[in-house]
Nanobody, 131 residues
Framework: QVRLVESGGGLVQPGGSLRLSCAAS????????IGWLRQATGKEREGISC?????????YTYYGDSVKGRFTISRDKNIVYLQMNSLEPEDTAVYYC???????????????????????WGQGTPVTVSS
């Protein structure tokens, strides 16, 4: 059974850090595109980071303009992480990981950030950035 479980969300002060985890079970993340998307209250869901790998060593990563330089996506076997630094109140949202079996090459950020790409989703983990 394919399953994605996010964890690591919570309440953090502006300027703080959190690390989100997305644990995959029932399948291997090899040859999958893995996205982190978020949805703030009253807003559409947006892709913010994506990792596409052919194995656990070679991969492409993409970041949205709003998180570039602050967030880092990484993978360790069947867990994908999103390290979030210098958090801002605008980062408050529910964060989702999602996957689709495809290897995306360079120049595919728009596709990687499109929520319609993804077949499997986690339940979401809330992040609140507030003082």
């Amino acid at each position: 059974q394919v399953r994605l479980v996010e964890s690591g969300g919570g309440l953090v002060q502006p300027g703080g850090s959190l690390r989100l985890s997305c644990a995959a079970s029932g399948f291997s993340l090899d040859y999958y595109a893995i996205g982190w998307l978020r949805q703030a209250t009253g807003k559409e869901r947006e892709g913010i980071s994506c990792l596409s790998s052919s194995d656990d060593r070679a991969y492409y990563t993409y970041y949205g303009d709003s998180v570039k330089g602050r967030f880092t996506i990484s993978r360790d076997k069947n867990i994908v992480y999103l390290q979030m630094n210098s958090l801002e109140p605008e980062d408050t949202a529910v964060y989702y990981c999602a996957v689709h079996r495809v290897v995306l090459g360079p120049g595919t950020q728009a596709l990687c950030f499109n929520e319609k790409l993804y077949d499997y989703w986690g339940q979401g983990t809330p992040v609140t950035v507030s003082s």
